[in-house]
Protein backbone atom coordinates (compact mmCIF):
# COMPACT_ATOMS: atom_id res chain seq x y z
CA UNK A 1 0.00 0.00 0.00
CA UNK A 2 1.21 3.39 -0.93
CA UNK A 3 0.67 7.19 -1.12
CA UNK A 4 -0.35 8.40 -4.18
CA UNK A 5 0.83 11.95 -5.17
CA UNK A 6 -0.55 13.97 -8.09
CA UNK A 7 1.43 17.43 -9.00
CA UNK A 8 1.63 17.53 -12.52
CA UNK A 9 -0.69 21.14 -13.38
CA UNK A 10 -4.00 20.14 -14.47
CA UNK A 11 -4.05 16.33 -14.08
CA UNK A 12 -6.61 15.10 -12.48
CA UNK A 13 -7.70 11.17 -11.09
CA UNK A 14 -10.29 9.22 -12.84
CA UNK A 15 -11.81 5.95 -11.98
CA UNK A 16 -11.28 3.07 -14.67
CA UNK A 17 -12.88 -0.48 -13.70
CA UNK A 18 -10.12 -0.87 -10.48
CA UNK A 19 -7.88 1.66 -11.46
CA UNK A 20 -7.25 5.19 -10.51
CA UNK A 21 -5.61 6.92 -13.50
CA UNK A 22 -3.89 9.93 -13.55
CA UNK A 23 -4.76 11.90 -16.90
CA UNK A 24 -4.27 15.15 -18.39
CA UNK A 25 -5.68 16.17 -21.59
CA UNK A 26 -7.04 13.20 -21.78
CA UNK A 27 -3.55 11.73 -21.56
CA UNK A 28 -2.64 9.19 -19.33
CA UNK A 29 0.38 9.54 -17.30
CA UNK A 30 -0.32 7.07 -14.79
CA UNK A 31 -2.35 3.70 -13.60
CA UNK A 32 -2.61 2.11 -10.45
CA UNK A 33 -4.96 -0.61 -8.87
CA UNK A 34 -7.18 1.36 -6.00
CA UNK A 35 -6.19 -1.92 -4.22
CA UNK A 36 -2.15 -0.48 -4.27
CA UNK A 37 -3.36 2.79 -2.73
CA UNK A 38 -3.95 3.80 0.88
CA UNK A 39 -4.00 7.56 0.08
CA UNK A 40 -3.85 10.23 -2.47
CA UNK A 41 -2.30 13.76 -2.25
CA UNK A 42 -3.35 16.48 -5.19
CA UNK A 43 -0.97 19.54 -4.89
CA UNK A 44 -1.69 22.75 -6.31
CA UNK A 45 -3.67 22.58 -9.58
CA UNK A 46 -5.09 18.80 -9.63
CA UNK A 47 -8.40 17.71 -9.50
CA UNK A 48 -10.43 14.28 -9.08
CA UNK A 49 -13.66 13.49 -11.29
CA UNK A 50 -16.73 12.21 -9.30
CA UNK A 51 -16.93 8.70 -10.18
CA UNK A 52 -12.74 8.88 -8.61
CA UNK A 53 -13.96 10.81 -5.72
CA UNK A 54 -16.82 7.74 -4.67
CA UNK A 55 -14.03 5.14 -5.70
CA UNK A 56 -11.83 6.65 -2.90
CA UNK A 57 -14.63 6.75 -0.17
CA UNK A 58 -16.13 3.13 -0.91
CA UNK A 59 -12.50 1.82 -0.50
CA UNK A 60 -11.86 3.98 2.59
CA UNK A 61 -8.92 6.21 0.55
CA UNK A 62 -8.30 8.92 1.99
CA UNK A 63 -7.29 12.52 -0.29
CA UNK A 64 -5.18 15.37 0.83
CA UNK A 65 -5.39 18.58 -1.29
CA UNK A 66 -2.37 20.78 -0.53
CA UNK A 67 -1.90 24.42 -2.59
CA UNK A 68 1.12 24.78 -4.29
CA UNK A 69 3.15 25.76 -1.50
CA UNK A 70 2.33 22.14 0.70
CA UNK A 71 -0.24 24.28 2.64
CA UNK A 72 -3.19 21.79 3.40
CA UNK A 73 -6.23 23.26 1.50
CA UNK A 74 -8.57 20.14 3.14
CA UNK A 75 -9.30 16.45 3.49
CA UNK A 76 -11.96 13.83 2.12
CA UNK A 77 -12.48 11.05 4.09
CA UNK A 78 -15.38 8.24 4.62
CA UNK A 79 -16.69 9.64 7.28
CA UNK A 80 -16.31 9.93 11.46
CA UNK A 81 -15.54 6.60 13.60
CA UNK A 82 -18.45 4.57 14.77
CA UNK A 83 -16.98 3.97 18.35
CA UNK A 84 -19.15 6.35 19.86
CA UNK A 85 -18.37 5.33 23.70
CA UNK A 86 -14.68 5.42 22.27
CA UNK A 87 -15.10 8.94 20.84
CA UNK A 88 -16.77 10.12 24.91
CA UNK A 89 -14.20 8.60 26.75
CA UNK A 90 -11.28 10.30 24.96
CA UNK A 91 -13.36 13.60 25.20
CA UNK A 92 -13.77 13.31 28.57
CA UNK A 93 -10.09 11.97 29.59
CA UNK A 94 -8.92 15.72 27.18
CA UNK A 95 -11.16 17.75 29.99
CA UNK A 96 -8.82 15.74 33.02
CA UNK A 97 -5.76 18.12 33.51
CA UNK A 98 -3.84 15.30 35.41
CA UNK A 99 -4.42 12.61 32.42
CA UNK A 100 -3.53 15.82 30.10
CA UNK A 101 -0.15 16.62 32.06
CA UNK A 102 0.72 12.96 32.40
CA UNK A 103 0.45 11.73 28.35
CA UNK A 104 2.01 15.20 27.42
CA UNK A 105 4.81 14.43 29.71
CA UNK A 106 5.39 11.45 27.42
CA UNK A 107 5.06 13.36 24.20
CA UNK A 108 7.48 15.76 24.89
CA UNK A 109 9.91 13.29 26.39
CA UNK A 110 10.02 11.52 23.44
CA UNK A 111 10.33 14.11 21.30
CA UNK A 112 13.53 15.80 22.92
CA UNK A 113 15.13 12.36 23.39
CA UNK A 114 14.54 11.54 19.41
CA UNK A 115 15.49 14.85 19.01
CA UNK A 116 18.91 14.73 20.90
CA UNK A 117 19.80 11.48 19.31
CA UNK A 118 19.61 13.26 16.61
CA UNK A 119 21.60 15.92 17.59
CA UNK A 120 24.25 13.75 19.07
CA UNK A 121 24.67 11.84 15.42
CA UNK A 122 25.00 15.56 13.78
CA UNK A 123 27.83 16.27 16.95
CA UNK A 124 29.79 13.90 15.43
CA UNK A 125 30.56 14.93 11.93
CA UNK A 126 30.02 18.31 12.76
CA UNK A 127 31.14 21.16 15.07
CA UNK A 128 28.44 21.64 17.49
CA UNK A 129 28.32 23.76 20.42
CA UNK A 130 28.44 21.58 23.32
CA UNK A 131 26.32 24.13 25.15
CA UNK A 132 23.20 23.00 23.19
CA UNK A 133 23.16 19.71 23.39
CA UNK A 134 23.88 20.07 27.52
CA UNK A 135 20.55 22.37 26.86
CA UNK A 136 18.71 19.64 25.71
CA UNK A 137 19.62 16.98 28.01
CA UNK A 138 18.26 20.02 30.37
CA UNK A 139 15.14 20.01 28.51
CA UNK A 140 15.10 16.44 28.92
CA UNK A 141 15.29 15.58 32.90
CA UNK A 142 13.21 19.02 33.47
CA UNK A 143 10.17 16.94 31.90
CA UNK A 144 8.86 15.09 34.53
CA UNK A 145 9.11 18.16 37.02
CA UNK A 146 7.09 20.70 35.37
CA UNK A 147 3.78 21.14 37.14
CA UNK A 148 1.47 22.29 34.23
CA UNK A 149 1.07 22.30 30.69
CA UNK A 150 2.02 25.81 29.99
CA UNK A 151 5.28 25.16 31.55
CA UNK A 152 5.63 21.81 29.73
CA UNK A 153 5.34 23.95 26.36
CA UNK A 154 7.76 26.57 27.42
CA UNK A 155 10.57 23.14 28.37
CA UNK A 156 9.37 21.77 24.58
CA UNK A 157 9.48 25.48 23.15
CA UNK A 158 13.14 25.59 24.68
CA UNK A 159 14.23 22.03 23.68
CA UNK A 160 13.30 22.53 20.09
CA UNK A 161 15.00 26.36 20.13
CA UNK A 162 18.21 24.11 20.43
CA UNK A 163 17.50 21.09 18.53
CA UNK A 164 17.32 23.91 15.62
CA UNK A 165 20.42 25.84 16.63
CA UNK A 166 22.03 21.91 16.36
CA UNK A 167 20.23 21.30 12.87
CA UNK A 168 21.46 24.05 11.51
CA UNK A 169 25.24 23.26 11.72
CA UNK A 170 24.56 19.96 9.67
CA UNK A 171 23.21 21.42 6.69
CA UNK A 172 25.24 22.45 3.76
CA UNK A 173 26.10 26.32 2.49
CA UNK A 174 23.37 27.87 0.58
CA UNK A 175 20.83 25.92 3.19
CA UNK A 176 20.98 28.44 5.77
CA UNK A 177 18.41 29.47 8.27
CA UNK A 178 18.01 31.41 11.57
CA UNK A 179 14.76 29.86 13.48
CA UNK A 180 11.52 27.84 12.38
CA UNK A 181 9.16 30.45 9.97
CA UNK A 182 5.90 29.31 8.47
CA UNK A 183 3.05 31.05 7.02
CA UNK A 184 5.09 31.16 5.04
CA UNK A 185 8.07 29.45 5.11
CA UNK A 186 11.26 32.09 4.57
CA UNK A 187 13.56 30.27 3.16
CA UNK A 188 14.13 26.73 1.66
CA UNK A 189 14.78 24.71 4.73
CA UNK A 190 11.49 26.06 6.19
CA UNK A 191 10.10 25.29 3.27
CA UNK A 192 11.38 21.84 3.29
CA UNK A 193 10.30 21.79 6.87
CA UNK A 194 6.81 22.62 6.16
CA UNK A 195 5.69 20.67 4.00
CA UNK A 196 7.01 17.58 5.74
CA UNK A 197 5.54 18.57 8.74
CA UNK A 198 2.22 18.79 6.56
CA UNK A 199 2.70 15.64 4.93
CA UNK A 200 3.31 13.49 8.77
CA UNK A 201 0.15 15.27 9.94
CA UNK A 202 -1.74 13.82 7.41
CA UNK A 203 -0.07 10.48 7.98
CA UNK A 204 -1.06 10.60 11.85
CA UNK A 205 -4.60 12.13 11.11
CA UNK A 206 -5.36 8.98 9.50
CA UNK A 207 -3.82 7.12 11.97
CA UNK A 208 -6.02 7.90 14.83
CA UNK A 209 -9.22 7.57 12.59
CA UNK A 210 -7.80 3.62 11.95
CA UNK A 211 -7.91 3.20 15.49
CA UNK A 212 -10.87 4.96 15.65
CA UNK A 213 -9.48 8.67 17.72
CA UNK A 214 -10.92 11.74 16.80
CA UNK A 215 -7.63 13.50 15.30
CA UNK A 216 -9.22 16.82 16.88
CA UNK A 217 -8.84 16.32 20.21
CA UNK A 218 -5.70 16.30 22.08
CA UNK A 219 -3.92 16.21 25.15
CA UNK A 220 -0.86 18.59 24.74
CA UNK A 221 -1.88 20.71 21.71
CA UNK A 222 -4.15 23.22 22.55
CA UNK A 223 -7.86 23.26 21.46
CA UNK A 224 -8.34 25.23 18.19
CA UNK A 225 -10.90 25.47 15.59
CA UNK A 226 -9.68 23.15 12.60
CA UNK A 227 -6.30 21.90 14.58
CA UNK A 228 -6.12 18.06 14.73
CA UNK A 229 -4.83 18.40 18.18
CA UNK A 230 -5.01 14.64 18.56
CA UNK A 231 -2.69 13.97 15.41
CA UNK A 232 -0.33 16.94 16.24
CA UNK A 233 0.43 15.09 19.75
CA UNK A 234 1.43 11.82 18.12
CA UNK A 235 3.36 13.95 15.20
CA UNK A 236 5.87 15.14 18.00
CA UNK A 237 7.85 12.37 18.56
CA UNK A 238 8.30 11.75 14.65
CA UNK A 239 9.33 15.46 13.38
CA UNK A 240 13.45 14.61 14.01
CA UNK A 241 12.64 10.98 13.15
CA UNK A 242 11.32 11.59 9.43
CA UNK A 243 11.34 14.88 8.01
CA UNK A 244 13.64 16.12 9.79
CA UNK A 245 16.38 12.53 8.31
CA UNK A 246 14.75 13.52 5.06
CA UNK A 247 15.66 17.41 5.00
CA UNK A 248 19.19 16.52 5.97
CA UNK A 249 19.76 13.48 3.25
CA UNK A 250 18.12 15.73 0.36
CA UNK A 251 20.23 18.62 1.29
CA UNK A 252 23.69 16.99 2.27
CA UNK A 253 23.77 14.97 -1.07
CA UNK A 254 22.85 17.14 -3.19
CA UNK A 255 19.54 15.81 -4.18
CA UNK A 256 17.98 19.13 -3.89
CA UNK A 257 19.92 22.63 -4.87
CA UNK A 258 19.04 25.94 -3.62
CA UNK A 259 17.48 26.34 -7.47
CA UNK A 260 14.96 23.86 -6.86
CA UNK A 261 13.16 26.63 -4.61
CA UNK A 262 11.31 29.73 -5.96
CA UNK A 263 9.19 32.57 -4.54
CA UNK A 264 5.72 32.36 -3.55
CA UNK A 265 3.14 34.37 -4.96
CA UNK A 266 2.12 35.48 -1.16
CA UNK A 267 5.80 35.65 0.01
CA UNK A 268 7.76 32.89 1.13
CA UNK A 269 10.16 30.09 -0.28
CA UNK A 270 8.45 27.25 -1.96
CA UNK A 271 9.75 23.99 -3.49
CA UNK A 272 9.22 24.13 -7.91
CA UNK A 273 7.10 21.24 -8.99
CA UNK A 274 9.64 19.24 -10.43
CA UNK A 275 11.51 18.75 -7.07
CA UNK A 276 9.02 18.01 -5.59
CA UNK A 277 8.61 14.90 -6.86
CA UNK A 278 12.40 14.23 -5.62
CA UNK A 279 10.96 15.21 -2.26
CA UNK A 280 7.89 12.88 -2.40
CA UNK A 281 9.81 10.13 -3.09
CA UNK A 282 12.47 10.69 -0.52
CA UNK A 283 9.53 10.91 2.15
CA UNK A 284 7.73 7.71 0.60
CA UNK A 285 10.87 6.00 1.28
CA UNK A 286 11.48 6.88 4.74
CA UNK A 287 7.63 6.11 5.46
CA UNK A 288 8.46 2.52 3.77
CA UNK A 289 11.42 2.07 5.89
CA UNK A 290 11.39 -0.85 8.36
CA UNK A 291 12.84 -0.46 12.18
CA UNK A 292 12.79 -2.68 14.72
CA UNK A 293 9.93 -2.05 17.22
CA UNK A 294 11.58 -3.41 20.65
CA UNK A 295 7.57 -3.99 22.37
CA UNK A 296 6.33 -6.17 19.14
CA UNK A 297 9.89 -7.69 18.66
CA UNK A 298 9.83 -7.31 15.06
CA UNK A 299 10.10 -5.05 12.42
CA UNK A 300 8.02 -2.66 11.24
CA UNK A 301 7.62 0.16 8.84
CA UNK A 302 7.13 3.91 10.18
CA UNK A 303 3.70 3.82 8.32
CA UNK A 304 3.03 1.01 10.20
CA UNK A 305 4.59 2.50 13.67
CA UNK A 306 2.18 5.32 13.50
CA UNK A 307 -1.09 3.08 13.69
CA UNK A 308 1.03 1.00 16.24
CA UNK A 309 1.45 4.18 18.45
CA UNK A 310 -2.17 6.15 17.95
CA UNK A 311 -3.84 2.09 19.14
CA UNK A 312 -1.60 2.46 22.32
CA UNK A 313 -3.19 6.33 22.98
CA UNK A 314 -6.17 4.59 22.63
CA UNK A 315 -4.94 1.84 25.26
CA UNK A 316 -3.83 4.63 27.84
CA UNK A 317 -7.79 6.08 27.04
CA UNK A 318 -9.95 3.45 27.40
CA UNK A 319 -7.51 2.43 30.63
CA UNK A 320 -6.26 -1.13 28.90
CA UNK A 321 -2.48 0.66 29.62
CA UNK A 322 -1.00 2.61 32.73
CA UNK A 323 1.21 5.01 30.61
CA UNK A 324 1.84 5.72 27.16
CA UNK A 325 5.28 4.65 25.50
CA UNK A 326 6.92 6.94 22.85
CA UNK A 327 8.54 5.90 19.88
CA UNK A 328 12.37 6.08 20.43
CA UNK A 329 14.86 6.14 17.87
CA UNK A 330 18.67 4.63 18.26
Keep these: MATLYVIEAGARIEKEHRRLVVAKEDKVLLAVPLLHVDHVVLVGNCGATTPALHALLDAGVGLTLL ?8 RLESGAGKNLALRHRQYDRAQDGAFCLTLSRAIVGGKLRNQRTLARRIARTHRV ?19 DLAGLRGVEGDGARNYFAVLRAALRAGFDFTKRTRRPPGDPVNALLSLGYTLLTQNLMAACEVVGLDPYDGFFHSDK ?21 VLLNLVNRRRLQVKDFEPGPEGGVYLKRAAQRTFFAAYTARLNTEVLYAPAGRRLSYQKLFEVQARQVRKVIEGDAAAYTPYRTR
Design 67 to 74: DRGGRLRG
Design 129 to 147: DAVLLERLDHAIDRVETIP
Design 225 to 245: YGRPALALDLVEEFRSVIVDS
